[in-house]
């Protein structure tokens, strides 16, 4: 750790550092970090252990730059960034660092959730909502299914899956709806379907939540297994020498179901 901290800080000397990075900010890292944790998961996702290895380094390496820019601003550096997590760790952990005990799962979310209203109140956050400290820039779904989890925790729910389920059937009803009166004018409202068909999305992830699933890794694992799948067709038509234009939907369909059966 001591050597890679000192790395960062020859890389950004006035002098004799690298003109990349001297010229790099807090804004034009934040992209690269995004995309450093996308690889962090395609290594576990590939089940490469080396890959993985590789791809955490990248990751601690954002972490450093971040530090280093701080640090000459006279902000903070890596050891504050390394103290904060471990103080937020053992406090929001007291079942484990202090002797608490938690009858369920659910009394130790409570607390969790808790705990960090408290933090952002004490960071001079007045008039705090639930939903304060879910980020804007997380993936749609991602942030859809925090915001949900955070309203679940104060009671804002539905008591059961059934519910949700009678939700997820309402706004696909609305969503046909919206769909029919732009086939009835001869011209769909895109904005209405739009709003409609993301209330739906929506209601989705409220459903996942209520499921034990989370939708925006549920959707990454259903979408690899999509290309996979794809991929194998290609191969498949490739090896009976047609092409897409050759071929109708049906018998499109037909390698489609190839290439399950090849699973």
Same mark, same amino acid.
């Given at each position: 750790?001591?050597e890679l ?5 020859? =890389?950004?000397? %006035? !002098? $004799? ?6 010229k790099?900010? #807090?804004?034009?890292i934040? %992209?690269?970090t995004?995309?450093? @944790?996308?690889e ?14 590789? *791809?955490?380094?990248?990751?601690l390496?954002?972490v450093v ?5 701080? !640090?000459?601003?006279? &902000? #903070?550096? #890596?050891?504050?960034v390394?103290?904060a997590?471990? +103080?937020? =760790?053992t406090?929001r952990? %007291?079942?484990?660092? &202090?002797?608490?005990?938690y009858?369920d799962e659910a009394?130790?979310?409570s ?15 007045? $008039? ?8 804007? @820039? ?6 859809a299914? /925090?915001?949900?989890?955070? &309203?679940?925790?104060?009671? #804002?729910?539905? %008591? ?8 997820? &059937?309402?706004e696909?009803?609305?969503?046909a709806?919206?769909l *029919? ?18 209330? =739906?999305? =929506?209601?989705? +992830?409220s ?8 939708p925006?890794?549920s959707?990454?694992?259903?979408? $690899? /297994?999509?290309g996979?799948?794809?991929r ?9 020498g047609?092409?897409?234009?050759s071929?109708s939907a049906?018998?499109l369909d ?8 090849? *699973?």
């Open positions: 750790m001591k901290l000192q790395i960062m800080a020859q =890389l950004r000397d %006035p !002098e $004799n550092g690298c003109p990349w990075d001297l790099q900010t #807090f804004e034009t934040a %992209p690269y995004i995309e450093e @944790a996308y962090v998961a395609e290594a576990i996702d590939s089940g490469d252990l080396n890959a993985l290895k590789k *791809e955490l380094g990248d990751l390496f954002q730059f971040y530090a280093r820019m701080a !640090e000459e601003q006279g &902000a #903070f550096n #890596f050891d504050d390394a103290a997590i471990s +103080t937020k =760790l406090e952990h %007291p079942h484990v660092f &202090a002797g608490a005990d009858k009394e130790l979310k607390a969790w959730e808790a705990a960090k209203l408290a933090e952002r109140e004490a960071d001079g956050h007045t $008039n705090t909502s639930v939903l304060d400290g879910v980020p804007t @820039a997380l993936p749609a779904l991602k942030r299914s /925090k915001q949900g989890k955070r &309203a679940a925790s104060v009671g #804002f729910d539905w %008591p059961d899956r059934q519910g949700v389920e009678a939700k997820v &059937a309402e696909l009803r609305e969503l709806d919206a *029919e009166q732009g086939d009835q004018v001869d011209q769909v409202n895109q904005a209405a379907v739009d709003e409609e068909f993301g209330d =739906l999305l =929506l209601a989705m +992830t459903y996942g939540r209520h499921i034990g699933v989370d925006e890794e959707l990454r694992l259903a979408t $690899n /297994k999509f996979q799948r794809f194998r067709m290609e191969a498949l038509m490739a090896d009976a047609v092409t897409w234009e071929q049906a018998q037909g390698f489609w179901e190839q290439a399950k059966l090849a *699973e």
